[in-house]
């Protein structure tokens, strides 16, 4: 641990000459990253060894390892400390910090997305609504360096390609103007995830109990809940509605509906209550989905390029801007043709165990459906992709499938995977200044 001892004790040592002034702690912090460039003096397997031999370490200043797969803290001073954090296939929520440094890939790479908020009510203290909008999309290697910014000035996320990667972080305990540290549900809401309150928290209990052992008075008593809540609270319930009744393996095996009926008559009483407000839960509810559905996909996937692919889908909400990445990125090749032959490896690779057809999840793959996608990207319409096969969307009886084309063209304008790219709306989603990998 001697290396980062003596870098603790050059950022303090520089920090003091600025009277541990906040705002110069980010540069402090880089700059003395940059000197040391930690990625070619330690090995991350190194680390792991030391933690393995030591008999004492640093005070962990995150020992049940809710950041990080794992956290080890290398340093601890009287205002910040030194950890680092390796990751396997942990995606950062969208999030601003409470406090503020630096950071320095020490192994591996990533997806660094950086975003804008703007408020547009302020509910309260620990919850706001406004627009959520992309700002910036780099690629992280090993050696880059990132100030931390407190508060609203640095709302990033970083979706980890390499498996692990592997970041050393330098930060202060806590920076009060930073506070309360949000995090981001596109598209519209800030959240501080840190907030408690007992009374809402037995009331999510509760729901939960009641949908989970199908009570016949659960949505009496649920609706009750939510007549009577602040919306703090009662979007927190329908998010656990919305996650138990979409996920009723009962009603899905019969092809039941009675689930989103039931959400919906949710919605509806809080509409009844909030006003507008409510037309905002539905956009953020699909879109965390969303994004935890390409988490898990990352889960089965360990190629970098296809690993890469999935981040763009899961960060950058435009077609013509991911093109661009994945152009700046392979520029040797197409970007239309790189993309559409991932998805072709993507879909013809299935998990060892899984009931799905491939690791896409897309359960009727074939060429047609590989032609509609390249259309699709290519920028093309329903009628010049199939006028291409000399097919007539209005005819049933052409040389084609035409009616095949246009199911496939909408279950991939609908899809999970791919609906943040071909949707006509982009929820509220943009960016705002040129993203480059």
Not at 274 to 299: K, W
Request: glycine share 6%; with cysteine.
């Amino acid at each position: 641990m001697e290396f980062f001892q003596q870098l603790g004790a050059l950022v303090e040592r520089r920090w003091r000459d600025n009277n541990y002034a906040e705002a110069a702690f980010p540069g402090v912090a880089a700059e003395a990253l940059a000197e040391t460039n930690p990625n070619q003096r330690v090995s991350p397997w190194d680390i792991i060894r030391l933690v393995n031999n030591a008999t004492e370490l640093p005070e962990q200043q995150d020992v049940e390892g809710r950041f990080g797969d794992p956290p080890i803290t290398l340093y601890v001073g009287p205002r910040f400390y030194i950890d680092v954090y390796y990751w396997l296939d942990g995606t950062t929520s969208t999030h601003q910090h409470g406090f503020c440094g630096a950071f320095q890939v020490l192994l591996g790479s990533s997806i660094h997305s950086q975003y804008y908020f703007e408020d547009q009510q302020r509910i309260n203290a620990h919850f706001s609504t406004g627009r959520i909008a992309l700002h910036d999309v780099n690629l992280l290697t090993e050696g880059n360096i990132q100030k931390i910014l407190p508060g609203r000035q640095y709302i990033h996320s970083l979706f980890h390609l390499d498996r692990p990667s592997a970041t050393i972080t330098i930060r202060t305990r806590f920076s009060p103007e930073g506070a309360p540290q949000f995090a981001y549900h596109k598209p519209y809401f800030a959240i501080d995830p840190f907030y408690r309150s007992s009374a809402m928290i037995k009331k999510l209990q509760s729901a939960s109990l009641l949908l989970s052992m199908k009570h016949p008075d659960a949505d009496e008593i649920i609706g009750e809940a939510l007549a009577s809540s602040d919306f703090h609270t009662a979007l927190a319930i329908t998010e656990v509605a919305f996650n138990q009744l979409n996920n009723d393996q009962v009603e899905r095996s019969f092809g039941l509906s009675t689930g989103r009926q039931r959400f919906d008559s949710y919605l509806e009483i809080v509409r009844r209550r909030h006003g507008e407000l409510a037309d905002l839960i539905m956009p953020v509810i699909e879109e965390s989905q969303r994004q935890n559905y390409i988490a898990r996909r990352r889960q089965q996937i360990t190629g970098n390029e296809h690993r890469f692919f999935l981040a763009l889908l899961m960060n950058v909400p435009d077609k013509a801007r991911i093109l661009e990445l994945v152009e700046s990125r392979y520029p040797e090749a197409d970007p239309v043709e790189t993309i559409t032959e991932w998805v072709e490896e993507l879909a013809n690779t299935r998990v060892a165990g899984s009931s799905e057809s491939n690791v896409l999840g897309i359960a009727d793959f074939d060429e047609s459906f590989l032609f509609v996608f390249q259309g699709m990207l290519e920028g093309r319409t329903l009628d010049q992709i199939t006028s291409t096969l000399g097919g007539d969307p209005s005819d049933e009886d052409s040389g084609t499938s035409t009616e095949k084309l246009k199911e496939q063209y909408e279950a991939i304008r609908d899809s999970m995977l791919f609906r943040s790219i071909f949707s006509d709306s982009q929820a509220g989603l943009s960016i705002t200044q040129s993203a480059n990998v």
